[in-house]
């Protein structure tokens, strides 16, 4: 059986009715046959059937022993640090989702929890880095916005021989792209509210275990901090599921083609996108992915906030938004949205120029998209030449 078959498959039909679409279990309770004789389900914060479905689906996706769902991709992370304690170190990927960073650094810093962050292009900083106080190594890849790849396997060696856990946060790539735990990664995380949902209608988080002793813990956490996502919200996200190594497919084809088309422009600087030869790591990125993916950026080669801001509030299918992964396509300027809490100078030296744009390249007709941005092209050419 190949992937995409046991995919659809592994979602079992309702043994109840036959459904073929999972039920949506909207209860919040259980009635029991006698104190404590349930059917293996008594409080709905504790476990819900339609999350059950989910959370099966995600374990065999990312090939992990254990999956649950969470009310958010904050909610994921936020569990995978509450396996840590007091005096724990974390390394992590140094352009971190700005999110996360926020979460480490200004909720986890004060339970004394402490953050190395570093450049893990090169697996050699990650192993620098490391002391005997590190119980945990995140990374992403490709990371936001500049798309940098860590090698993964590489790193999970190094994690191994240190006795650190890795979490890999595999919201940009997808498990239709990259399985960090066949990588040797012991933890997945996801924003589910991107590709796995797929169509920007929810917000979802997501965590994987590669043993069932981690899933425990997970899940111990889950129940006892609560952050669940709800029925429908998981029957949203396994409805996303079931497309979702076409969407990627397709993401990637139309995002192949538009940073061809980018590397063409004489006003954009540098294109960042995994699937171009000229990425720093793309024999890394052609290893472990199957997918170079749906995000995009390219910077201008006058760095003005004002010319890159009248191109993202001047695209007609672009939509100016935060957020990536759906079916439509969205743009965004990280300086002024994503990425507007990190200091000018910081947020520079990571990359993110004044001028930095993003793509979500979406499942519209890629011949569309590409004129989009000619006509946004030609009117700042225009611009340009007149101030010039
Ligand atoms: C969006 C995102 C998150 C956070 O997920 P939410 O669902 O918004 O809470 C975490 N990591 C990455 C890489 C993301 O893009």
Known sequence: MKETTKLLHSIPVDELTGAISTPIYQTSTYVQEAPGVNKGYDYARSNNPTRKVLEDLIAGLESGSNGYAFASGLAAIDAVVKLLS?????VAVD???????????????????????????????????????TKLIWIESPTNPTLKIADIAAIAKIAKAKGVLLCVDNTFASPASQKPIELGADLVIHSATKYLAGHSDLIAGLVVTKTEELGEQIKFIQNASGAILAPFDSWLVIRGIETLSLRVKQHSENAQQIAEYLLTQPLVKNVYYPGLPQHKNHEVANKQ??????????????DDKELATQLVSSTRFFKLAESLGGVKSLICLPCEMTHKSIP??????????????????????????????????????KKVSITA
Do not use: W
């Open 86 to 90: 007091s005096g724990d170190e974390i």
């Open 95 to 133: 352009d971190i989702y700005g999110g996360a960073f926020r979460l480490f650094t200004h909720i986890y810093q004060k339970f004394g929890i402490t953050v190395k962050y570093v450049d893990a292009t090169d697996p050699a900083n990650i192993a620098h880095a490391i002391t005997p106080a």
């Open 289 to 302: 992915q199957r997918y170079a993916g749906g995000v995009i950026s390219f910077d201008l080669k006058i």
């Open 344 to 381: 000018a100078e910081k947020r520079r030296a990571a990359g993110v120029s004044d001028s930095l744009i993003r793509l979500s390249v979406g499942l519209e007709d890629v011949e569309d998209l590409i004129e989009d941005l000619q006509v946004q092209f030609v009117a700042l050419s």
